[in-house]
């Protein structure tokens, strides 16, 4: 996702996994979990604590084909966001 930003979003988890997010004032459903990674620290590039990320299919609405999105977690700063592209 080149020219992308991360925006905050509110995650709800199950099991350690995403299962709804809460972005721009409405809430999707996650479908389908894609992948899961950690991205480890950088401290040259201010990244100090690690991340986990997930690709994960979600939809807003019943009936709607999900879209792929990317969840980072960061768990120092117990801090969600999106990565948007």
């Known amino acids: 996702m080149s020219g992308s930003s991360n925006e905050p979003v509110e995650v709800w988890e199950r099991h350690g996994r995403p299962v709804q997010f809460a972005w721009r004032g409405r809430i999707y459903t996650v479908i ?41 977690h960061e768990h120092a700063a117990s801090r969600w966001s999106l990565l948007v592209g």
Request: aromatic share 10%.
């Open 32 to 72: 389908f979990v894609r992948d899961r990674w950690l991205v480890p620290a950088d401290p040259e590039s201010g990244v100090m604590a690690g991340s986990e990320c997930w690709r994960v299919e979600a939809t807003p609405l019943r009936g709607v084909p999900p879209t792929l999105y990317e969840l980072c």
